[in-house]
């Protein structure tokens, strides 16, 4: 079984379209993150939740909110995409109280034409 | 969280040992040295993390200096799918969550 898993993997759309990726992680942790990596292979953190409390929020623009309905999920909600929001993003969780190690997933390749 | 410093990439013949180094000469007391992996368009992966003392688990061992300033990741039979880029990195394990803070890390290539 999968312990985090997003979807959907691969998504193109247009620009100014909104779309969501979606993220389940089935490993009991209390923390989820989205990391956003570019065409030039950063990986930078977006944002974390904690037990459905924001915790993290990078400077990302507004038009990225990020939901958690649970502490299992986080979904990735972005208004009025555009050209640079083009990226691979990666959803992870971690545990508190278990060394805080942090489980990613495969990515969702966003790309925006 | 410290910055880290590593080799952009290293080569590593099958079969043989691979010793990946990063240095972190700002690294705090309260401050963990954790490594990832990325392989080829997959998730980052975790392989192992370590606060002083040497570690090992199945994938890896990592080695801590005395003084902390750095460390070294060892694949000790690398294989073919050990080609990724490595990436170590340090953070403090407080708080409900840990920013992990990647750099550019080690593209790891291992040949025939």
């Known amino acids: 079984d999968t312990a985090v898993s997003q979807t959907p993997k691969y998504l193109v759309t247009q620009m100014g379209n909104d779309k969501s990726i979606k993220c389940e992680q089935n490993?009991?942790?209390?923390?989820m993150y989205w990391y956003k990596q570019d065409s030039k292979k950063f990986l930078k953190i977006m944002f974390s939740y904690n037990n459905k409390e924001l915790i993290i929020n990078e400077t990302v623009p507004n038009r990225f909110s990020p939901k958690s309905p649970d502490k299992a999920h986080l979904n990735l909600h972005i208004n009025s995409l555009e050209l640079g929001d083009s990226a691979v993003y990666f959803c992870?969780?971690?545990?508190?109280?278990?060394?805080?190690?942090?489980?990613f997933g495969e990515g969702s390749w966003l790309t925006v034409v | 969280d410290a910055k880290t410093t590593q080799p952009p990439s290293m080569d590593c013949a099958e079969g043989r040992a691979a010793n990946l180094p990063c240095n972190h000469s700002?690294?705090?007391?309260?401050?963990?040295v954790y490594w990832y992996r990325q392989i080829h368009s997959q998730g980052p992966q975790y392989i192992i993390h370590g606060l002083k003392n040497n570690e090992t688990n199945e994938m890896a061992s990592l080695i801590i200096t005395e003084d902390r300033k750095s460390s070294t990741l060892i694949l000790p039979h690398a294989t073919l799918r050990d080609t990724a880029v490595y990436y170590c990195i340090v953070r403090a394990n407080t708080g409900t969550a840990s920013k992990l803070t990647f750099g550019t890390g080690t593209r790891l290539q291992v040949t025939l």
């Open positions: 700002t690294i705090s007391g309260n401050e963990y």
């Open positions: 490993l009991g942790h209390d923390t």
């Open positions: 992870a969780s971690s545990q508190v109280f278990s060394g805080n190690t942090i489980y």
